[in-house]
């Protein structure tokens, strides 16, 4: 059983950052790419940013791009996402994900993180 552990997320007003992180407990073959959904209650589940090794560039949202980053310590089973100029719209709870293809979709999820809260007052 692979086990993904989140850490990073809290509070902060408008414009702060937080870096949150994931660290899988084991590598598996099947897994093609790795990232972050947030969800809001009454809301889907969105995908925010994804990174794989066959892919170009990782992938973000629209609403982030520019603002959040995306990285990778292969040494260490570990993904960041780096949130900076953070906007009460990106209050959600953010769940790290490892997935089978390199297109970043909740269907294609296998293993998710137990979720960590971000909140952004104004």
């Known amino acids: 059983q692979v086990k993904l552990v989140e850490s990073g997320g809290g509070s902060v007003q408008a414009g702060g950052s937080l870096t949150l992180s994931c660290t899988r407990s084991?590598?598996?073959?099947?897994?093609?790419?790795m990232g972050w959904f947030r969800q809001v209650p009454g809301k889907e589940r969105e995908a925010v940013a994804s990174?794989?090794?066959?892919?170009?560039?990782?992938f973000y949202a629209a609403s982030v791009k520019g603002r959040f980053t995306i990285s990778q310590d292969d040494a260490k089973n570990t993904v960041y996402l780096q949130m900076n100029n953070l906007k009460p719209e990106d209050t959600a709870m953010y769940y790290c994900?490892?997935?089978?293809?390199?297109?970043?979709?909740?269907?294609?999820?296998?293993?998710w993180g137990q979720g960590t809260q971000v909140t952004v007052s104004a």
């Open positions: 994900a490892a997935a089978t293809t390199m297109t970043f979709s909740p269907t294609y999820v296998q293993h």
């Open positions: 084991r590598v598996t073959t099947s897994t093609n790419s």
């Open positions: 990174i794989a090794p066959g892919a170009p560039s990782p």
